[in-house]
């Protein structure tokens, strides 16, 4: 009996991709403190662990689109990988993941505050967002973000080198 292997398509990478990254994120922020009081739920993991629920999700609906259009998308060779590598599209998610996945290994040692300003930065300056309105918006963002997680949910936030 001979088996027909599936061919591979940009799609299957991606989706292997997001649910590769959403399943890391998920078990490190295994080790995060819960929340605190009634709000159990909503501890320092809630934000990655939202994230990377929504990276699963993505992963999934990614490979199904390449399954069921499988006959009208190119298949993936080295080649297309190479150039698909070169589009700036493609390098700014990578970054973006590579950015969420240092913000979740490094909160705790560094801290809320510098994770964050150091993500939401680098997003910010992938995007073309000029240095001085990068650094207004960043710090506006960090204070809601500490206060709709800190004061609101009453999330405990590690501090890090700052604490």
């Known amino acids: 009996m001979r088996v027909k292997l599936m061919k591979?398509?940009?799609?299957?990478?991606?989706g292997v991709v997001c649910?590769?990254?959403?399943?890391t994120v998920l078990i490190l922020t295994r080790s995060f403190p819960?929340?605190?009081g009634y709000v159990q739920l909503t501890?320092?993991?809630?934000f990655p662990n939202v994230l990377a629920f929504m990276l699963l999700i993505t992963g999934v609906i990614e490979i199904v689109v390449g399954v069921v259009q499988r006959a009208t998308l190119p298949v993936l060779s080295f080649t297309a990988i190479g150039e698909m590598l070169r589009d700036r599209q493609?390098?700014?998610?990578l970054i973006a993941f590579g950015l969420m996945l240092l913000y979740v290994v490094f909160m705790k040692t560094i801290g809320f505050f510098t994770t964050s300003f150091i993500f939401l930065s680098g997003m910010m300056w992938r995007m073309g967002v000029k240095?001085?309105?990068?650094?207004i918006y960043t710090v506006v963002l960090l204070v809601v973000l500490y206060?709709?997680?800190?004061?609101?949910?009453?999330?405990?936030?590690?501090?890090?080198?700052i604490g």
Request: proline share 7%.
């Open 90 to 93: 493609v390098q700014s998610v």
């Open 19 to 23: 649910l590769a990254i959403g399943t």
């Open 8 to 14: 591979i398509n940009r799609e299957h990478v991606i």
């Open 147 to 161: 206060l709709v997680f800190a004061r609101l949910f009453f999330v405990n936030l590690p501090h890090g080198l």
């Open 43 to 46: 501890g320092p993991a809630f």
């Open 34 to 36: 819960s929340g605190q």
């Open 131 to 135: 240095p001085v309105r990068n650094v």
